[in-house]
Nanobody, 122 residues
Framework: QVQLVESGGGLVHTGGSLRLSCAAS????????MGWYRQAPGKERELVAT???????NYADSVKGRFTISRDNAKITVYLQMNSLKPEDTAVYYC????????????????WGQGTLVTVSS
């Protein structure tokens, strides 16, 4: 079964840090782009950061300079280091994989994780 499993969410005070991880599994050979999105209560899901297989990165303006996305292709895992957290960063954070190549299985255009909750208290 192909899946993305996020971890690392939790409760943190303003100014604190968290590191999210997202591990892919299920006969996966490679993933083109991996990214993090978030959805706050009552709001639409929005892009946080993405990273390609060549490690080109893209960030939302709201997180530039505070968040860092990285990936480990050998572990098929993407990370999001979040520093200087603010209450407005509170949301469910979702991992997304695009261009998933699989061994002896159907390739996938995109795949989403189940989400992990990040709560930043003031």
């Amino acid at each position: 079964q192909v899946q993305l499993v996020e971890s690392g969410g939790g409760l943190v005070h303003t100014g604190g840090s968290l590191r999210l991880s997202c591990a892919a599994s299920g006969s996966i050979l490679s993933i083109n782009t991996m990214g993090w999105y978030r959805q706050a209560p009552g709001k639409e899901r929005e892009l946080v950061a993405t990273i390609t297989s060549s490690e080109a990165t893209n960030y939302a303006d709201s997180v530039k300079g505070r968040f860092t996305i990285s990936r480990d292709n050998a572990k098929i895992t993407v990370y999001l280091q979040m520093n200087s957290l603010k209450p407005e960063d509170t949301a469910v954070y979702y991992c997304k994989a695009e261009g998933v190549r699989r061994l002896l299985r159907t390739n996938l255009l995109e795949l989403w994780g189940q989400g992990t909750l990040v709560t930043v208290s003031s």
